[in-house]
């Protein structure tokens, strides 16, 4: 059974560093695409950033480049989200999803970030 669980969210005030957490299972970790997306109240969901097993260079949405790194830790079996120099308008929800290379996808259940000014 395919399961992404999120951690590492929590409250921070603006300028601060986060780093979030998504621990797979259930799935090769040598031939995925993983990525970090978020959504706030009242707002469509947002891709923030996106990593693949094949190394090509990580995707970050423009809000977040620069201040976002994603990372992996295959040993683990877990994909990091690094925020740095944390915003109000980052609080949201994050949600990590993977893509297998059979077509389907999986989501996590989220974190909840707030970032207080």
């Known amino acids: 059974e395919v399961e992404l669980v999120e951690s590492g969210g929590g409250l921070v005030q603006a300028g601060e560093s986060l780093r979030l957490s998504c621990k797979a299972s259930?799935?090769?970790?040598?031939?995925?695409?993983i990525g970090w997306f978020r959504q706030a109240p009242e707002k469509e969901r947002e891709g923030v950033s996106c990593?693949?097993?094949?190394?090509?260079?990580?995707y970050y949405g423009d809000s977040v480049k620069g201040r976002f790194a994603i990372s992996t830790d295959n040993a683990k079996n877990t994909v990091y989200l690094q925020m740095d120099n944390l915003k109000p308008e980052d609080t949201a929800v994050y949600y990590c999803?993977?893509?297998?290379?059979?077509?389907?996808?999986?989501w996590g259940q989220g974190t909840q970030v707030t970032v207080s000014p």
């Open positions: 259930g799935f090769s970790f040598d031939d995925y695409a």
């Open positions: 990593i693949t097993s094949d190394e090509s260079t990580p």
């Open positions: 999803e993977a893509n297998l290379n059979n077509g389907e996808s999986y």
